[in-house]
């Protein structure tokens, strides 16, 4: 069954996460005394559709940013953390985002994320060469 994206609009939080999502986040550029807020944080997301194109609207720590792609093709995204180039693809029953140059110094980023069940997402990283997961759950 495919990703359904629309699915994901909704307050989300963190429930599990790898040993290593510590070392993933501060490799994404997260100051190491904010890792734990990250963490515990619930976000908004709303998630429209139209065709190949997607606009994908997330608040956190107060700020929103919202971001339109088409499937397949290099979009500009921007968020909390800075802005950055990204190719957003649906591959089976997973949204996958790859980042070829995640932190302006080379650094790759590969998201895949997948629905567990109807309020659960789990979210697989690989971030330059570590590899860690997180499950996010609807609050």
Not at 20 to 41: A, F, I, R, T, Y
Not at 48 to 74: A, I, L, R
Not at 80 to 96: F, N, P, Q, W, Y
Not at 121 to 139: H, M, P, T
Request: with cysteine.
């Amino acid at each position: 069954m495919p990703y359904d994206l629309v699915k994901e609009t909704g307050t989300w939080t963190t429930s599990k996460s790898s040993d290593n999502w510590s070392e993933c986040l501060v490799k994404l550029g997260v100051p190491p005394d904010m890792v734990e807020k990250v963490k515990q944080e619930k976000y908004d997301v709303v998630v429209t559709v139209s065709g190949d194109t997607c606009t994908y609207k997330m608040t956190e720590f107060g700020e929103t940013s919202v971001n339109t792609f088409t499937f397949g093709v290099e979009a500009e995204e921007k968020d909390s953390m800075g802005s950055r180039k990204v190719i957003h693809t649906l591959e089976g029953d997973a949204l996958v985002s790859n980042y070829p140059n995640y932190d302006g110094k080379g650094m790759p980023l590969r998201t895949s994320r997948r629905w567990l069940n109807d309020n659960t997402i789990l979210a697989e990283f690989k971030v330059g060469d570590l590899e860690g997961w997180v499950e996010n759950v609807r609050v």
